[in-house]
């Protein structure tokens, strides 16, 4: 057993708490969970007990950690571990937090991924080729992927990013005005049939006279 001889405040913004046994400095916990386990100066704890108050700071620290990292946007369950693990945190807290955050709907790839494909199609359109490696990279699985991505209908995603370029390639002659746009469409992942066909309709006029209305 040991003893709680001290336990004071933690330096800077955080709200933890340095606990001293036997007189010498033994870990730091947040201070709210030292009030919820009412730990006080001359009380004993077992081996047993400590493993028990670290482990639970160190579920809470993960726990704040991974919120705070959805907090800017949804992320995938493989992106949060990834997160997780670079900050220092053992498998068996990265699993326990997850679980939570799963149980809780924080985490979710199938949501993920229908927010990775809304957002990309409504600021910056691309093919399912391209959406589908970018949810690879964000450790989709396969079968959520192939059920998010196959919704993307390519030819009007084309047509849609094509519009915001179309703009400003007006006083290009075709031959110029057909590199430029298929590039750009290239880098969005869309297959030649696709670009062909959305570069005649843009020159055709009917992307031209839309882009004009916009």
């Known amino acids: ?3 709680v001889t001290a ?12 606990l001293f046994l036997d007189g010498r400095f033994a870990f730091s916990l947040q201070a709210e969970l030292a009030a919820k386990e009412e730990l006080k100066v001359g009380q004993e704890l077992s081996p047993h007990q400590v493993e028990a108050l670290t482990g639970s700071d160190n579920y809470q620290r993960g726990y704040d950690a991974a919120a705070r ?8 369950e493989a992106e949060l571990k990834e997160r997780l693990c670079r900050r220092g945190f053992d498998n068996d807290c990265i699993e326990a937090v997850v679980a939570k955050l799963k149980e809780q709907g924080l985490v ?19 093919s399912q080729w391209l959406t589908r490696r970018e ?21 009007d995603s084309a047509y849609r990013a094509a519009l915001s370029k179309a703009r400003s390639l007006s006083g290009y002659d075709y031959p110029q ?12 992942g869309f297959n030649y049939a696709v670009i062909n066909h959305t ?12 882009t004009n209305r916009l």
């Open 1 to 3: 057993m040991s003893k």
């Open 7 to 18: 336990i004071r405040a933690g330096r800077g913004q955080g709200k933890r708490v340095n």
């Open 69 to 76: 990292y959805l907090s800017y946007r949804p992320r995938s």
């Open 108 to 126: 979710d790839d199938l949501a993920f991924a229908q927010f990775w494909r809304d957002n990309r199609q409504s600021f910056s359109p691309r």
């Open 135 to 155: 949810l690879r990279q964000k450790g989709v699985a396969e079968e959520v992927m192939n059920q998010v991505v196959a919704t993307i209908d390519d030819s």
């Open 177 to 188: 005005f057909r590199q430029r746009l298929g590039s750009y469409l290239r880098r969005r």
């Open 199 to 210: 570069v005649a309709q843009m020159w055709s006029g009917e992307g031209i006279k839309q």
